[in-house]
């Protein structure tokens, strides 16, 4: 089939990609000259582990190709996927729908042949149908160009793997034709048996701010057991991995620590509060307003241990701080609470080095008046602690004896509960963790 992208973000570009590889002819576009022409180049314009090699392949097939043009993908596309960003309008909760509206705005007065257009975005329930009537008015198509919903559900890290063998498929239309179309976009999925659940447009864009509420509350959950465990001298881990063995439970998103951030989770659950408020049912959601007030304190909580592991101030102290995209395998580092961390330290006097090998550009570029090392150990040279913060597995694979040796006093915080802290401890670690008794 002939599919456009549009929006080539850490959800479009992957996506375009994944369309290639399957075997379709794929535009992508993005408004973004600079993003466009590195794809057009193979390069991706930021960090997502596979996706180089699938760029270079489908390239390499002739199969995929990038532009800015909304037009051409109009004239080009049987099936156009909207993947552009709805971030956090400033000084409100709720999202920011105008790329969305822009794209819909800009693709619908040249879409004059019958098309599918195919929202992915995470959206407030109710914009779909918005969409819909837009998309049937401005087409010259008219009722031909129609409008279904497929939210995705990839996470940064693992999202070429997400996309090319996602868990369901879902699919919002009262559409028959809509159906069968995306049933051919989709169709080695399907025969590789991953169900596929048609709703309608507003379940389908529910099923993604569900999913990610229920998530985020996971993690706000352990994250609230953590602060009990902390009042009481239990660990965290050790009550994570007894309770994730129910498998009604399950272990998987019960890590205790420095809790979510990302382009996800905490804009989706304020969204999502935010609508529920224009809905009238605030109360029905009202349990997020806490779940986001626990994640922030995790943040608080971390600032507070590395104080206190200092011994009280932070006012001349150097801290190394390990990791600064928002979880690990990712560059991304909006709203990453590693940063958040880091920034509120610097702010309370301390001097502060960051590593991160993937993410350094994006945090320098945004945080310019941290510093930052290009080696873990050049980040802890002079430390009077250690924060890890993003759990990369290169932290867990760092010598502890060596490492010590660079420092000025070798203390660790390890807010991701993910180190071998028995093994830091011998190597004559001071070592603090989030949710688990000081030893
Ligand atoms: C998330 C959803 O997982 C994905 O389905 C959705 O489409 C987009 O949002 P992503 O933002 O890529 O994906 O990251 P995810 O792996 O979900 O992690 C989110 C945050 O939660 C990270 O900051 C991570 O560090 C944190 N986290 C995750 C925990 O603190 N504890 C856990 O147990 C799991």
Redesign the pocket.
């Given at each position: 089939m002939r599919i456009t992208v549009i929006g080539t973000g850490y959800l479009g570009a992957v996506h375009a990609a994944c369309m290639a590889e399957i075997g379709h002819e794929v535009l992508g576009v993005d408004v973004d000259e600079l993003k466009i022409a590195a794809l057009a180049e193979g390069r991706p314009p930021f960090f997502e582990p596979g996706l180089a090699d699938l760029l270079a392949r489908t390239h390499a097939g002739g199969r995929l190709r990038f532009s800015t043009s909304l037009r051409e993908a109009a004239e080009f596309g049987e099936v156009h996927f909207v993947c552009v960003g709805t971030p956090q309008r400033s000084g409100s909760f709720a999202a920011d729908l105008s790329h969305i509206d822009a794209v819909v705005d800009g693709l619908g007065p040249h879409l004059s042949e019958p098309c599918l257009v195919v929202g992915k975005s995470t959206v407030p329930v109710g914009t779909a149908a918005r969409l819909a009537g837009r998309v049937a008015d401005l087409a010259p198509a008219g009722d031909a160009a129609e409008l279904a919903w497929n939210p995705?559900?990839?996470?940064?890290?693992t999202a070429v793997r997400d996309t090319l063998e996602p868990d369901r498929l879902v699919v919002g239309t009262g559409s028959a034709r809509a159906d069968a179309m995306l049933r051919e976009v989709y169709a080695p999925m399907i025969e590789a048996g991953t169900p596929y659940l048609v709703t309608d447009l507003a379940t389908a864009e529910l099923v993604?701010v569900a999913?990610?509420s229920f998530?985020a509350t996971?993690?706000s959950y352990?994250n609230a057991m953590a602060e009990i465990c902390e009042a009481t001298g239990a660990d965290v881990t050790r009550l994570a991995e007894a309770i994730g063995l129910d498998d009604r439970i399950g272990s998987?998103?019960?890590?205790?620590?420095?809790?979510?951030?990302?382009?996800?989770?905490p804009k989706?659950i304020r969204a999502f509060l935010a609508r529920g408020e224009e809905l009238g049912v605030e109360r029905s959601l009202r349990f997020l307003r806490e779940v986001d007030e626990i994640n922030m304190r995790c943040r608080q909580r971390t600032v507070d241990a590395a104080r206190d592991l200092v011994g009280g101030s932070f006012l001349g102290k150097r801290i190394a701080v390990l990791g600064a995209a928002?979880?690990p395998d990712?560059d991304d580092i909006r709203d990453s609470?590693a940063l958040n961390v880091a920034a509120v330290i610097k702010l309370q006097g301390a001097h502060i080095t960051v590593h991160d090998e993937e993410a350094v550009d994006n945090a320098r570029a945004a945080f310019p008046h941290l510093d930052y090392a290009l080696e873990p150990a050049k980040a802890c040279e002079g430390a009077d602690a250690v924060l890890h913060l993003t759990e990369w597995r290169q932290y867990r694979e760092l010598d502890p004896a060596r490492l010590a040796a660079v420092t000025r006093t070798p203390r660790l915080l390890d807010a991701r509960n993910a180190l071998d802290l028995p093994h830091w401890r011998n190597a004559g670690w001071t070592v603090r963790a989030l949710g688990r008794p000081a030893a």
């Open positions: 995705e559900f990839l996470r940064e890290g993604k999913a990610n998530l996971k993690i352990v998987r998103f019960l890590s205790a620590g420095l809790g979510f951030g990302g382009g996800c989770l989706d928002f979880k990712s609470p």
